[in-house]
């Protein structure tokens, strides 16, 4: 158990619809990352949040967006869904978001556009 | 953008042998790491090599790391049928904290 969460695990929706997915860090860790994961797009940097506010961002589209909250959770909100975003989320967190610390990855959203 | 690329992008082996998989990225780093992912399930960090290093080593796990020709290897010694997963190097770049993977290997011992 890596002590992070991510819910729920698994989500099944229409095209177009907004569905948001939720992580909880592990105690301590301040620093929280997204990857999607697709089977032709290997896992993909979408956005990294340290202490509430945006440090990195990757390849988000502009239908997603994100945020953590004071609490450190974050979540991550994907509007007017397309096929394709059909796909595996994952949340990491880390200590302090600086390089050469180790994340530690939720078990996944699996997430399906149908 | 993917930063690591893996190869090969899948192996084959029988228990016992010894698998190795490479890693190449485009940019200067500061670390790199090696993560495995069982099917389907989180990515679970092996071993983290800093850009100062040349070699580490983690019980059956010896990793490299070339600095000139931007690319690390991960090598499994005596692997077991419970090593099938995929592998993933991870990279933060020089100017950047973000964590940036390659699409992996996917590895299968055979008992």
């Known amino acids: 158990d890596s002590g992070v969460t991510q819910t729920p695990k698994h989500l099944i929706t229409a095209t177009g619809q907004r569905v948001t997915l939720r992580c909880s860090p592990r105690?301590?860790?301040?620093?929280v990352y997204w990857y999607q994961q697709s089977l032709d797009q290997g896992l993909q940097f979408l956005i990294q949040?340290?202490?509430?506010?945006?440090?990195a961002k990757g390849n988000i589209l502009e239908r997603f967006s994100a945020q953590q909250f004071p609490d450190l959770h974050s979540e991550l909100n994907l509007s007017s869904l397309e096929l394709g975003d059909s796909a595996l989320y994952f949340c990491?967190?880390?200590?302090?978001?600086?390089?050469?610390?180790?994340?530690?990855f939720g078990s996944g959203t699996q997430l399906s556009v149908l | 953008s993917q930063q690591g690329e893996e190869d090969p992008q899948a192996l084959s082996i029988q228990e016992g042998e010894n698998a190795t998989m490479n890693c190449s990225y485009k940019?200067?780093?500061?670390?790199l790491q090696w993560y495995r992912q069982n099917s389907g399930r989180g990515l679970v960090h092996l071993i983290l090599?800093?850009?100062?290093?040349r070699e580490k080593h983690s019980g059956r796990l010896r990793v490299t790391l070339d600095t000139s020709k931007k690319s690390s290897s991960l090598l499994i010694t005596a692997s077991r049928a419970a090593d099938t997963a995929s592998y993933f190097c991870?990279?933060?770049?020089?100017?950047?904290?973000?964590?940036?993977f390659g699409a992996g290997t996917r590895l299968t011992v055979k008992p």
């Open positions: 990491a967190s880390s200590v302090d978001g600086t390089g050469g610390e180790k994340l530690f």
């Open positions: 105690s301590g860790d301040l620093s």
């Open positions: 949040y340290y202490n509430g506010e945006e440090r």
């Open positions: 940019t200067s780093i500061n670390n």
């Open positions: 090599i800093r850009s100062n290093e």
């Open positions: 991870a990279t933060d770049l020089y100017n950047n904290n973000d964590m940036r």
